[in-house]
Nanobody
């Protein structure tokens, strides 16, 4: 019903920059929360940043001041600007969206993308 596709990952040097994009498509009535998570090898998936529709962004302490989340509701897209990355930011980055798919329902369902690899290395 709903697909989330991430793009923009790759190899970046420490201190560089990268912009991730996540586009949602399918049967979408409305999207509420959108967020980025990441999972490094051997570690659990962790929250990176999130933003609600019309709301303020929030960030994990480890990325505050370096990462910026934004969204374009007309395009059902969420972005993650990564500045001054560190080697410990290396992970697969996944986006998540809370989507309303039925007109007369108040329910939102969480959908996940497959992820995009970000590797920070010199």
């Amino acid at each position: 019903q709903v697909q989330l596709v991430e793009s923009g990952g790759g190899l970046v040097q420490p201190g560089g920059s990268l912009r991730l994009t996540c586009a949602a498509s399918g049967r979408i009535i409305r999207i509420n929360d959108m967020a980025w998570y990441r999972q490094a090898p051997g570690k659990q998936r962790e929250f990176v940043a999130g933003i609600a529709s019309g709301g303020s962004p929030n960030y994990a302490d480890s990325v505050k001041g370096r990462f910026t989340i934004s969204r374009d509701d007309a395009k059902n897209t969420v972005y993650l600007q990564i500045d001054s990355p560190k080697p410990e930011d290396t992970a697969v980055y996944h986006c998540k969206a809370g989507v309303k798919t039925m007109t007369f329902s108040r329910s939102y369902v969480d959908y996940w993308g497959q992820g995009t690899q970000v590797t920070v290395s010199s």
